[in-house]
């Protein structure tokens, strides 16, 4: 059985990491300099002086295609557990398996049809 003392470990682990967080938070606070500027308020990129606004709108064609190879691919891991373990889930899981796989090509033709995938539109 589970008593409140097995829980002991955990709690003082727990209590440790959130004394060291806010012990690092407040001496740097404390202990660095304080230096304000306008120089020092300036957007630093690896050495690269500012030029223009960052806020340049992109084309919607780049985001959707960033989120469709995000949904894809995170997909296509859902494969390896199967490949992995193919015997022992039997017709269960190859049904199961199949499945996935028709949502899967469902979506992807759904995608393919309304043009998601044609970059020169």
């Not at 409140?4 to 806010?22: D, E, K, R, S, T």
């Not at 017709?91 to 996935?100: D, I, N, Q, R, T």
Request: with cysteine; proline share 4%; charged share 15%.
């Amino acid at each position: 059985m589970s008593t409140p003392h097995n829980y002991f470990p955990l709690i003082f682990q727990i209590m440790v990491a959130l004394g060291f967080v806010g012990v690092t938070l407040v001496a740097t606070h404390l202990l660095g300099p304080i230096r304000k500027g306008k120089r020092k308020d300036e957007t630093f990129e690896c050495g690269i002086e500012v030029v223009g606004n960052a806020r340049v709108p992109f084309s919607v064609k780049y985001f959707l295609t960033a989120i469709l190879f995000v949904l894809f691919d995170v997909e296509v891991i859902f494969f390896y557990p199967y490949a992995v373990n193919v015997k022992q889930f039997g017709l269960e899981g190859f049904l199961a398996v199949f499945m996935f796989v028709t949502f899967f090509l469902l979506g992807f033709v759904y995608v393919w049809k309304k043009g998601a995938l044609e970059w020169d539109k």
